[in-house]
């Protein structure tokens, strides 16, 4: 398959990020070589998944480092600290975005006197969080291979591949990997309204990499569940409560509701980055609203009456009874959630 790269630091000047919203028709790359302009394109989702919108906003720190332009370090913390808070306001829920700019303050040496070498310390933080990333999803892949079948067929929501990522992805890495190593491998790709990540992006890379997937609408998977023999759904989050509860992509909770059902394993695949100490429970995530648009039009095609109100919350919370296991890079933690998930940050 051809390498995605869906994140660049360029020249200390510039972090590129692959639009993902011009896929899968057009493969653009744009240049942001400024805090404001680089918080925008993660509003707008021109990167979007939260290890993505994670190491986005790290390397939006080294911007903002070198941007400063200055030999006096505490000219360069304070622009580091500036685009610290300006960052973290530009999407709300996935808790990687906050996780991945305490990684880099922590990372950076204190005893550094010479801002060149702060710069250089903050970019080097970042560089090690992104191959981090590519480590941790194929560990998270490795530790599903003992609840995915040899002959196997997923339903996969939303998108949580290599764009979602920096390479690999989560959910849609352990699909890759059991690919990989050679089980037989089908997927119903939920389309994912209303930004249709689905069958927009999770559909581009399948196709990439090769693997048998048909496309689905999101309320077909109770039909498809009850028809076509399906052994696992795989998602991806954007939070994990401490209590198993889990923030992810607008129908997630129907769908797991929906397995439940079935008696198909619901799996979350989650890196410990994604996993919330701070968070007790689903209900304390905040979850983001977005704007009224992205329903009532596809592309430049209304697809409602003109001034109809519109709820459109871009995440849901899956109850954690719902939920068969949580991969992460350090094993599959499964209930009761408030021993496991502690447990991992005990060793
Ligand atoms: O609104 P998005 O596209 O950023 O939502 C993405 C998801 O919900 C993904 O499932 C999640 O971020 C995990 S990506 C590995």
Redesign the pocket.
Known sequence: MRKITPIEFIDSSAVRLLDQRMLPADVVYNNYSNIESLSQAITD?VV????A?GITVAYGLALAAFNAKSNDISVVKQAVQDADSYLRKSRPT?VNLFWALDQVHAAVPEGITDAADYCKAIESAVDTLAVLDIETNKAIGYHAMAVVPDDVTFIH????GSL??MEY???LGIIRIAHEEGKKVNVFVDETRP?L?GSKLTSWELKELGIDHRVIVDGASGHVMSTQNVDMCV????RVAMNGDVA??IGTYNLAIVAKEHGVPFYV?APTSTIDQGTAKGGDIAVEERAAQEITMIGSERIAPEGIDVFNP??DITPAKFISGIITEKGIVYPPYEEGLAALFKS
Request: proline residues 4%.
């Open positions: 989702m979007r998944g939260a290890p919108i996935a929501h939303c998108n949580t979602a990522t992805g989560t959910a930004r990540q998602v991806g989050c954007d992810n992509k695949a871009a995440f």
